[in-house]
């Protein structure tokens, strides 16, 4: 792509219609909006000037836009962590609380070191990417990342609840619905796992050994 432009449509220009409102399985509505022969003033170009909105804006909106779901993913596992504590505390099984069974422990240990390692990748590429550092590569983790390890938080909560996990009252189905709706988000598991494993493979990449591997922060033992 040698360049795009990025430009600002307001809801009631001629041509500019909401055709279809579809409900998710999250409970969140997706819209298809249509574009027919809408007229935009040149004025609404974002930045002024044909073909300049790539970097400013679209690589912009998807560097923050990744994070951004990281974050989101990491409060899920938050969220996955705290419901299962509270529930493992409070539901009692032949007159103990269920957190005294081994089986319980283990789920809320896996939810906890997941919890610290997406925090940690979230926070790293969030903090290259204010430092104006390169940081794609840390991004990629990141995504893919916290994407599994939520997965797996939402999972470990709905059996810590047992049947009481699938009902709406509680917390941990509302999360196993919202999850997948970010895994295509900022990148699919594909395209991160693709770009961190070219980035391991390539002299050109911050890894251990490589140019610029103090800067990025990213090594391979």
Excluded at 115 to 132: M, N, Q, V
Aim: positive net charge; contains cysteine.
């Amino acid at each position: 792509i040698r360049s795009l432009s990025a430009f600002i449509v307001e809801k009631d220009m001629p041509g500019y219609k909401v055709e279809r409102v579809e409900e998710s399985m999250a409970g969140r509505d997706t819209a298809s909006l249509r574009f027919d022969n809408v007229r935009v003033p040149e004025s609404y170009l974002v930045p002024p000037g044909v073909g300049r909105g790539l970097t400013p804006v679209f690589m912009a909106v998807w560097d923050v836009g990744r994070m951004g779901i990281c974050g989101c993913l990491t409060g899920c596992i938050l969220g996955c962590c705290r419901a299962s504590v509270k529930f493992a505390k409070e539901r009692a099984l032949f007159g103990k609380p269920i957190y005294n069974l081994q089986a319980i422990r283990h789920r809320i240990a896996e939810m906890y070191v997941d919890l610290a390692a997406a925090r940690s990748l979230t926070y790293r590429g969030a903090w290259l990417r204010d430092k104006g550092l390169s940081s794609r590569l840390e991004q990629s983790a990141a995504k893919y990342f916290t994407t599994q390890a939520a997965l797996r938080a939402s999972l470990h909560a709905i059996h810590i609840h047992g049947g009481s996990g699938n009902m709406v009252e509680y917390m941990p189905q509302a999360y196993y619905r919202f999850v997948p709706l970010l895994i295509a988000g900022g990148g699919t598991d594909e395209i991160m796992k693709d770009t961190v494993g070219e980035a391991a493979v390539s002299g050109a990449n911050p890894v251990m050994g490589a140019r610029g591997a103090e800067e990025s922060g990213f090594y391979i033992m």
